[in-house]
C-alpha cells in the first residue's frame, strides 16, 4: 500500500524577501536549541545556535528568537537567495536528558525566482 | 578542516545481508553520534559516543544493530541480517564538547531490497 510519511510544512517566499521559519517545541526543561539547514543529498548544516538565558541571537543574514512563555522558536533569514532553498530543521536539548537533541520534522523552504 | 566523513556514500544489499558503515569523526571531536533519518519517521537518534565509549543506545533498534568505536577517529554502525525497513539514510555526527553544535557527515544512503 502507499506509505505514508512525514507531511513536511513548506515556505515558499520570493528571492529577496524575508522568510520565517516556525518551531515549537514541547519540553519546557530544554535549555539549547538549534537549527540545522539540509540540503538535498547532504547532511544536516549547523546555522545557529541559542541558550535558554537568551531570546534572540543574530548571525550572518540569521537571526533567532526564542520565546519560552509559549515554547516557540523562530528562524528569520534576511534577503533570501536560491542558495537558501532546502529543509530546515530545529532541535532542542532537554538538560535532564541523556538523548541529547530532538530534531523537528523540518521546513522545506522554496526560494522562487 | 575535512569535517566528518563518512562511507559509502550510498549502499545497495539484499535482505540477510550484512552491512557495516564507517565513520570519521572531526578531529579533536570527543563525542559521536550514529542518526537514521527516514520520511516516516525523520532524524532518530540511535546510538552516542563519548571518548570512544558508548553512552545511550537506547535508539537502536534492534538487537541486528550494532556500533563501535575502537578509537577517537573511527567508528562503526553494523546492520545483521539487515533487512528491507532499515532502508534509510544513516548519519554520523561529532561534536567537540557538549554545548557546542553537531556537525554531521553526508550520510550513507542505504537501500535493502
Known amino acids: 500500500g502507499e506509505s505514508v510519511g512525514l507531511h513536511l510544512p513548506t515556505l515558499s517566499v520570493q528571492e529577496g524577501d524575508n522568510s520565517i521559519i516556525n518551531c515549537a517545541y514541547s519540553n519546557s526543561a530544554s535549555d539549547y536549541f538549534i537549527w540545522y539547514k539540509q540540503e538535498s543529498g547532504k547532511g544536516p548544516q549547523f546555522i545557529i545556535d541559542i541558550r535558554s538565558n537568551m531570546d534572540k541571537r543574530q548571525g550572518q543574514r540569521v537571526t533567532v528568537l526564542l520565546n519560552k512563555t509559549v515554547k516557540h522558536l523562530s528562524l528569520q533569514i534576511a534577503a533570501t537567495q536560491p542558495g537558501d532553498s532546502a529543509v530546515y530543521f530545529c532541535a532542542d536539548r532537554n538538560s535532564g536528558s541523556a538523548r541529547q537533541l530532538t530534531f523537528g520534522s523540518g521546513t522545506q523552504l522554496t526560494v522562487l525566482p | 578542516d575535512a569535517g566528518v566523513i563518512q562511507s559509502p556514500r550510498h549502499e545497495v544489499t539484499e535482505m540477510g545481508q550484512e552491512v557495516t558503515l564507517r565513520c570519521k569523526p572531526i578531529?579533536?571531536?570527543?563525542?559521536l553520534f550514529w542518526y537514521r533519518q527516514t520520511m516516516m519517521r525523520g532524524l532518530e537518534l540511535l546510538i552516542y559516543f563519548n571518548n570512544n565509549v558508548p553512552i545511550d543506545d537506547s535508539g537502536m533498534p534492534e538487537d541486528r544493530f550494532s556500533a563501535k568505536m575502537p578509537n577517537a577517529s573511527f567508528s562503526t554502525l553494523k546492520i545483521q541480517p539487515s533487512e528491507p525497513r532499515d532502508s534509510a539514510v544513516y548519519f554520523c555526527?561529532?561534536?567537540?564538547?557538549?554545548?557546542?553544535?553537531?556537525?554531521f557527515g553526508n550520510g550513507t544512503r542505504l537501500t535493502v531490497t
Open positions: 555526527a561529532s561534536r567537540d564538547r557538549r554545548d557546542s553544535p553537531l556537525h
Open positions: 578531529s579533536g571531536h570527543n563525542s
